[in-house]
């Protein structure tokens, strides 16, 4: 996962935990705006979520940010 994808997503995952609390989920597409503007960057988090990790569709924050953060 490119770098500028791994701090979007961190941000995003930040935020939700932030505003909702250590249990909040979330999809990969919570990183993006609800348009498919950028069709790669989204395939490229989809690919990373679902083929590398095999995760659910939603999952907690707090995991994702611990995966991304750890470089998975």
């Not at 919570?30 to 590398?52: C, G, Q, R």
Request: with cysteine.
């Amino acid at each position: 996962m490119r770098e500028s994808l791994r701090a979007k997503a961190i941000e995003v995952c930040d935020r939700k935990i932030a505003a909702k609390g250590e249990t909040v989920g979330l999809s990969f597409y919570a990183f993006f705006a609800n348009k498919n503007d950028n069709p790669d960057l989204l395939w490229e988090a989809a690919h990373w979520w679902i083929k590398v990790h095999a995760l659910d569709h939603f999952e907690k924050a707090v995991k994702i940010r611990a995966m991304i953060a750890a470089g998975h």
